[in-house]
């Protein structure tokens, strides 16, 4: 039994009425829990009860990746977890396993594209401040909401925010655990503020 496929099929299953062929793969799947479930709590009805529950809820939230896709890169990571667990049919677990990986793989999709979108854009300043590695903005007009990319050192991009001059905002959930503004640099990453001292060159 192919597991991604039944995988796939018990998941609309699970909303859809279903006819012999998805019946039969459920019941098979079922079967490989149950055996799973009993194995790992020997002699404990409570434990084994639990632990079917715990399968069947993953099997239910779990959307595994399109068999065919074999370019982005998540169906190698599920195969990865799959062979990893200590039972194909331990679903929880390689539910488990999946998202933290895809997790990490979007996200460094996600930092690729911001790299590559920072590139194409014309700098709008270069900045150095005592301590600080030097930081380059780049001017992201076409964004409304983030006018402004910033790279400090070699490290990925940040989108920004700048109400105009040499001033702008970066990092953090509210966009603004930086703040440059004309000859200084605000770290605001909680605490007591530090400021540092420097200059930035309009380019």
Known sequence: MNLLRTLVLTGLAACLSVGPSLAWER?????????????????DWPG?????????????????PNPNDEQSGYLTLYLQCKNSAQS???????????????????????AEGERAQFEKLQIQALCHFD?????????????????????????????????????????????????IDGYQIMDRRGGPIKILTGNCEAK
């Open 48 to 64: 084994q009860t639990a632990c079917i529950d715990i399968q069947w809820n993953a099997l239910k939230a779990f959307s595994p």
């Open 88 to 110: 194909e049919y331990d679903v929880a677990s390689i539910k488990a396993c999946f998202e933290a990986k895809s997790a990490e793989l979007t996200k460094q999709t996600r």
């Open 131 to 179: 301590g600080m590695p030097p930081i380059e903005v780049r001017n992201n007009a076409g964004d409304g909401s983030h006018p402004v990319m910033v790279r400090v050192g070699d490290n990925a991009p940040n989108f920004g925010k700048s109400p105009g001059g040499m001033v702008f905002e970066w990092g953090g959930v509210e966009g603004a655990d930086f703040r």
């Open 27 to 43: 019941q098979e799947l079922g079967k490989q829990i149950d055996s799973l479930c009993e194995a790992r709590f020997p002699d």
